[in-house]
């Protein structure tokens, strides 16, 4: 590869006397390393995150080993390398980047730094355990999100932290790579209040993972595919916001598995449960929400009998909310044996909260309801709305 045709980026760093990190980028394509060896803005916040968290005595991670996979120019890893002299720092990417990576660590005498070829399709390590994994902008292709859920899971310890920040493009897309790492990972977003205040955007999200840890409380589930999978109870931080003097409405991240435990431990017992969705989310989460029914259920009320979990898909779209839809869905609850001690939790946007919400409220008399928005509009209006409140 040749060098000098490409372009130098800085970045400034908090450090002590420190130099700004220097990397050489291919923004053009001049070298056809395609679009990893072009510094990105996702790059940029994590890289001032761990700048900030270094600064404030908040990451010490001297002796440890860091792991960055899709480097692209190493920009994050260099700067961590920088800031955290004492660590190991791996920077790894496919075989046609390894000598810019080179490079660009020459350039900033990172000594605790170095190159090596990784790639996700295949079962190669860098021979240890990281304790950080750092990942920026590595799913703004789909086909790359299941070899990064893959190599995430092969290489990441009991231990490991992962940082993954990256700019939203798609969130469909997004989602869907988000439901692949949850099933190994438990994670929290980074709030902005925490990323370097001066470096950051609306559009780019940051998050820390671990890998899932068993404990005692452990489920065989049925999936939709007839597959027996075994996992544990994981509960996600939440926060609470009241409305009416009542701390009613829950927001958080991987909340299936918080969500089920809350409904067994506060809501009147269920023999059958009604989780009503559309087709998008079912392929994202229906798997999901099973294995995280029978793990809270195991947690909270091993001692009695499970109940039923039935899963009804809709297709998506506005064209659902009508009185066909409503009365097919009770026609399918009536075939399927549902009593007044039925509860029905509403998964989707808000065609889906105001149509299961009626559903809800009209079938034998009215059946307790769990409204659970994925979507911005239905979160802050439909679901706490007159209609279905």
Known sequence: MTFESLIEYELEISRDEASPV??????????????????????????????RQTAEGRLDLAGKTVLELGAGTG??????????????????????????????????????????????????????????????????????HQPLADVLQRTAGADTRVLLAYETRAFADEAEFIALWSRHFRFRDIKSADQHPLVQSEDIYVFEGWRKVNSAAEQQTTMSDGTQTTRALQLAEVERISILGSESIVCGFHLADYMWA?????????????????SNLAALYADTQREAFAAAWAHCRADAAAPRLLVHVLAPGETSKSRATKGAIEDWMLASKCTRDTLVVALGGGVIGDLVGFVAATFMRGVPF?????????????SIGGKTA
Not at 107 to 116: I, K, M, R
Not at 262 to 278: G, H, K, M, Q, R
Not at 370 to 382: E, H, K, R
């Open 22 to 51: 220097r990397v050489l980028q291919d923004a053009t394509g001049t070298t056809r390393c395609g679009v990893g060896a072009t510094v990105w803005d996702a790059g940029l916040v994590l890289a001032k995150y761990l700048d």
């Open 75 to 144: 920009i994050v890893g260099i700067a961590l390398a920088r800031l955290q002299p004492q660590s190991t720092v791996v920077l790894t990417d496919k075989q046609e980047l390894v000598p810019l990576l080179e490079r660009n660590i020459a350039l900033n005498g990172a000594q605790n730094a170095s190159a090596q070829r990784l790639d996700w399709t295949e079962a190669d390590g860098i021979g240890c355990t990281p304790d950080v994994i750092l990942v920026s902008d590595g799913i703004w292709a789909r086909d790359l």
């Open 262 to 278: 809350d409904i067994f431990a506060n809501l009147a017992p269920a023999s059958t449960y009604v989780l009503i969705t559309d």
């Open 370 to 382: 769990v409204q659970v928005p994925t979507s911005l509009l239905a979160m802050v209006d439909s």
